[in-house]
């Protein structure tokens, strides 16, 4: 059964920091990897999807590695801000079916 | 813009009152699905519908019901809520092509709050 984990739970940074979020699991048989932005009380927001094929996805100042053979992905957010505080979850799609599993997410604050 | 709509945005209900909602989409997608959020919790998939075809997760409780009537709508029905079914409900969308492999994201919609009293 994939297992999808996120690493740090929490994150408080001073803007204008660069930081990196961190993702894991543990069946690297996948289709592709998301990142989504949860905000509080909200649904989830798509930031980058990286195809099991991809290495890296890029969106304005967030970059998306993946390294599928070690089951590990890396979300880079450069130049944080306030605005950028928010629950940042990872999740993997299986090779067949539909399904999601998603992390726990982390939970950023970036302090003004 | 299309989009994926929950209704309604809040819902409160007592300890074994039943209570359904509501999510559509204007995105023509052909799969639907219905997630659970707790606090500081991951989602967890309740079920999905790929067109007709529903899809239960194993360990779904049977309290959690689901309907589709159309492509544009599907229901969440909890028939006995109680209160560890407080939770954010979200509904989200795919498409998957003939082939049956998911293109794109999902998307998601803002999420119903259940408050059981």
């Known amino acids: 059964k994939q297992e999808v984990t996120q690493i740090p739970a929490a994150l408080s940074v001073p803007e204008g920091e660069n930081l990196v979020l961190n993702c894991s699991f543990t069946?690297?048989?996948?289709?592709?990897l998301q990142w989504f932005r949860q905000d509080p009380g909200k649904g989830l927001t798509s930031l980058l999807l990286i195809q099991s094929s991809q290495r890296e996805q890029t969106s304005g100042r967030l970059n998306a590695s993946l390294d599928k053979s070690s089951g590990r992905s890396t979300l880079y957010i450069a130049a944080s801000q306030p605005g950028d505080s928010a629950t940042y979850l990872c999740a993997v799609k299986e090779t067949s079916g539909s399904r999601l599993t998603f992390g726990e997410g982390t939970q950023l604050t970036v302090n003004p | 813009d299309a989009m994926v709509i929950q209704n309604p945005r809040y819902q409160v209900t007592q300890f074994g009152k039943p209570v359904t909602l509501s999510c559509s989409q204007t995105?023509?997608?052909?799969?639907m699905y219905w997630y659970q959020q707790k606090s500081s919790q991951a989602p967890k998939l309740l079920f999905h519908?790929?067109?007709?075809?529903?899809?239960n997760e194993a360990d779904t409780p049977d309290n959690f019901q689901s309907r589709r009537p159309n492509t544009s709508f599907c229901f969440l029905d909890i028939r006995s809520p109680g209160l560890g079914d407080a939770a954010m409900y979200l509904c989200?969308?795919?498409?998957?092509?003939?082939?049956?492999?998911?293109?794109?994201?999902?998307?998601f919609g803002p999420g119903t709050r259940l408050t059981v009293l």
């Open positions: 519908y790929y067109d007709k075809d529903f899809n």
């Open positions: 069946d690297s048989a996948i289709y592709n």
């Open positions: 995105l023509n997608h052909n799969v």
């Open positions: 989200a969308t795919s498409l998957r092509n003939a082939g049956g492999v998911l293109r794109g994201t999902q998307y």
